[in-house]
């Protein structure tokens, strides 16, 4: 005979699930509904008057050459922020592990950056790269190459990336760090002994061991790239020259509170959201297949 264990109900659960539950509808679904039902209207630019138009306003982005054109950028920005953020921050964690002596001073100034804001490391980076006072142009021209990222719309998109990468760094490389010292040492001790170099052992052993934590990076850092470098450009380029930096999220801002198209601007969130969401679930379909837990 077997017993069956019952547990009295209790409340307590969904009270401690409450409050996210009440932040995900607030702060979330709420503003997602509000968009997606936008969309569907035009206001014109005093708000005293909405006229339903169903899809119209989808219709009249996807047949705009300069909305393409946006997609691009995004597409070229989002992949470079996404490669050059992960790259440097794992060649940072991998040094930064095999470091013995003022190990924890070198991973905390690391970490640093992270408490920057977004607009912040804009500036730095506009100061930084400024044609007239800036110390990075006056380096570049010892070499020969003229810095002007005013007129040069491809120094402009490098000049964003270079800003939304650093910013984010700092966290990849907290992630990265935290995977490699849960590395077991005596899986790379064994390579070692079998006579596997240093690179051999890195690609083979330690990087098919941190695809978890790439993974997880990987997604965070598109949405990151896709959502959260607003105030970057803002602060820099603010979408110059001549559109060359301007990307979905900068562009929902500059038509809705700028040229006050609030439908028009609400069907672009509405496609920014479709596209990131697609953008996870490829990735958990396919990506997360060649991931070793």
Known sequence: MQKRVTFPSSPLPYLLVLPQVVVTLVFFIW?????????????????????????ENFEDLFSSGEYLEVFGNTV??????TALSMGFAL?????????????????????????VAPAIAGVLMWFLFNPSLGVA?????????????????????????????????????????????????????????DGAGPAKRFWTVVFPLLSPTTFFLLVV???????????????TTEGGPAGATEILVYKVYKDGFVGLDLGGSAAQSVVLMAIVIALTVVQFRYIERKVQY
């Open 76 to 81: 070229v920005f989002s992949v470079a922020t």
């Open 137 to 193: 142009p006056w380096l570049l021209r010892g070499v020969g190459v003229t810095w002007n990222h005013y007129t040069n719309g491809g120094q402009a998109m490098a000049l964003v990336v270079i800003a939304a990468a650093w910013k984010q760094i700092s966290y990849n490389f907290l992630f990265f760090l935290a995977g490699l010292q849960a590395i077991p040492r005596s899986l790379i001790e064994a390579a070692a002994i």
């Open 31 to 55: 503003p997602a509904g509000q968009a997606l039902h936008q969309s569907l209207l035009r206001e014109d630019a005093f708000g005293l008057s909405t006229e339903f138009v169903g899809l």
């Open 91 to 115: 060649l940072l964690a991998v040094m930064a592990d095999r470091v013995v002596k003022g190990g924890s001073a070198y991973k905390t100034l690391l970490i640093w950056p992270y408490a």
């Open 221 to 235: 850092n598109v949405v990151y790239a896709f959502f959260e470098t607003f105030g970057i450009i803002h602060a």
